[in-house]
């Protein structure tokens, strides 16, 4: 995602969370269903602002130079947040395209990388 | 995940402690800095001491068995689409009589992982790299589409994805509009695997195929090379292939 998309994703949730805690009934949010709560890398508010800048700069290690440790890795967030009822982070409560949808923000890895959680072990991410 | 991917860390956690302890004892016989680089932990990037290649015997390749394909197609996550003069190969079987014996051999065909790749050279974007490992890749985040490197390429190893796909592989991302090849099952290699289709034909019984690294004077493949007549597909060309035939 751009550098504008995130500023836009961060004005949103800006202008949008004092909002909400005043008139919840009004203001349209997003609905997400969070399949592990508390287990994340990093605190929510720095996923939220951070996430676009810790997937590019993993994948260009990964693709590039190989390097492949799951913290910051793309499949590892699927792993976890792919929502337990359908097995993707994608679909109307999906855990990354509810946040999209919300913000206008355009979700396009999914259109190469896997959007399930991959039900039998594998290697690492 | 969480226990699964702990077990995966402790694991690798210990690769890199028992490297590290290598290291430490590098001088002692016997012990070679390659194999430090092959046992590589996950957070360690590709060694360029290290030259991964496959070694293919065509006496020993079956024709008409296309293990290594099959394999390959459910590795990757390539399906037909109906399409079938676009549709992605990765890798093919090509067979080969000779007219005047009549002998008929067979060998499977892939990206040859040039150590001089033309599809990097005239590749517009920096898409198209060579990883300091001696794999040849598409970087699909860059990739445009134009398909320089599909013409620039002797060995028409690669192909372009025109259809939508879904359903991928989590190790092998994919999708159209990008030009992709034979990874060398790059994904498996970095967890300590050999490629999909080696690891088929080994199975089978053929034994045509092996994969290691060629900068290793140890390794199978490296012995091989040194001990037997092998060549690479047109080597007139002087692009290095890593790819390796024997009996061609
Ligand atoms: S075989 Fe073709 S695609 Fe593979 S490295 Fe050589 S030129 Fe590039
Ligand atoms: S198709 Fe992609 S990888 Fe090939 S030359 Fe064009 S940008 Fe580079």
New binding site residues.
Partial sequence: MSLRGLLRFAACLALALPALAFASGRTPKPDIIIANPGHCVEPTEIMRRNHPQMLLHQRDLTVHEGIRTTKYSLKNCVQCHASKTTGSVLGEKGFCQSCHAYAGVKLDCFECHASKAKLVAGGTP | MSAEANEGLSRRGFLAISAAALGGVMLAPGIRLIEIAAARAPDQPASKQVRWGLLIDTNKCEPGCDDCVTACATENGIKQTGHPRTDSQWIRKVELKDMRSGRVHSAPVMCQHCAEPP?VE????G??FKRADGIVL?DRH?????????MACPYKA?S?VAQELTDQNPDVPRGKG??EGCTLCVHRVDRDEQPACVEACTKAGHNAMIFGDLNDPQSEIAQRVAKYASTQIRADLRLDPGVHYQGL
């Fill in positions: 599809c005239v590749c517009p974007t898409a198209s598409v860059i990739c445009i589409g134009c398909r320089y490197c599909m690669r372009f990008c030009v």
